[in-house]
C-alpha cells in the first residue's frame, strides 16, 4: 500500500476491494459530499449496491471555518452534535451554533433539491450501511453522520475511508460497527496531502457518480 492515492476514484476501488470481501448483508452506501461522493461509486458498483448521499455540514469555529466544531446532519428533524471542549476553546457560543445550525440547514435542503430532487434516504432498517468519504480529519463530522444514521435501525453502520489519523478513528470506534481504512499515518498532514489529485468536487461530479450507479437495487424487498 503505498502513502498517497492517485486520485478518490483509486481510493475507492482500493476500499471496494476490501469490502467485497465482507459479505455484507443488503448494502446500501452513503456518501458524504461532495469529496466523499467519487470514492463512495466504485464501492456501490462493486457491491451491486445502490448509492446516496448523506448529507451532512460541518460547523466550522469563529474564525477557523477549517476547525469543526458541530455538525448538522438531515433528518426529521436535523440532528446537531457539538464538540463541547472545541467550542469552550474556540469561543463558539450558543448564538453562534444557532445561527451557523439555521444556515446549515438551509445547505442541506438546498443540496437535497438539487442532488435528490427532494427525496428521502432510501429505506436503511435492517440493511448494512456503508458511510464513505474521502478521509477523515477530526472525526467531528463522521460523528454526527454515524449517530444520525443509528435513528433509521440498520442491521450494521460501516464506515469505510481511504485516510484518517489513528486517533480520530479511536473516537469513531463506538459509532460504527466495523471500520476500515487503508491508511493511518501517525503523523497526519490533512486529507488532501495523501492525494494526488484531490481538487475540489463539483456539483456536476456528484450528479455523474450518482447516475453511474443508477440500476442497481434500491430498496430491500419488505
Given at each position: ?193 495523501h492525494y494526488h489529485d484531490f481538487h475540489q468536487v463539483p456539483d456536476s461530479e456528484v450528479l455523474e457518480a450518482l447516475k453511474s450507479v443508477e440500476g442497481n437495487p434500491h430498496e430491500s424487498p419488505d
Open positions: 500500500m503505498h502513502d498517497i492515492f492517485l486520485d478518490r476514484h483509486q481510493a475507492g476501488e482500493q476500499l471496494a476491494e476490501v469490502l467485497e470481501g465482507w459479505h455484507l448483508r443488503q448494502p446500501v452506501v452513503l456518501a458524504l459530499p461532495r469529496g466523499g461522493v467519487p470514492v463512495a461509486a466504485p464501492i456501490a458498483r462493486r457491491l451491486k449496491a445502490p448509492l446516496d448521499l448523506l448529507l451532512v455540514r460541518k460547523i466550522g469555529a469563529p474564525h477557523q471555518a477549517e476547525l469543526a466544531v458541530a455538525a448538522v446532519v438531515e433528518g426529521n428533524p436535523p440532528q446537531t452534535v457539538v464538540d463541547e471542549a472545541g467550542c469552550r476553546q474556540t469561543g463558539a457560543d450558543a448564538a453562534y451554533l444557532d445561527a451557523q445550525q439555521r444556515e446549515a440547514v438551509r445547505e442541506i435542503e438546498r443540496r437535497r433539491a438539487h442532488y435528490r430532487q427532494g427525496k428521502p434516504l432510501p429505506h436503511l432498517t435492517g440493511r448494512t450501511v456503508i458511510v464513505v468519504d474521502d478521509g477523515i480529519a477530526t472525526g467531528t463530522t463522521m460523528r454526527a453522520a454515524l449517530r444520525a444514521l443509528r435513528q433509521a435501525q440498520p442491521q450494521a453502520v460501516v464506515l469505510a475511508v481511504p485516510v484518517a489519523p489513528p486517533e480520530s478513528l479511536a473516537l469513531l470506534a463506538d459509532e460504527a460497527d466495523r471500520i476500515v481504512c487503508l491508511m493511518q499515518p501517525a503523523w497526519f498532514r490533512g486529507v488532501g496531502a
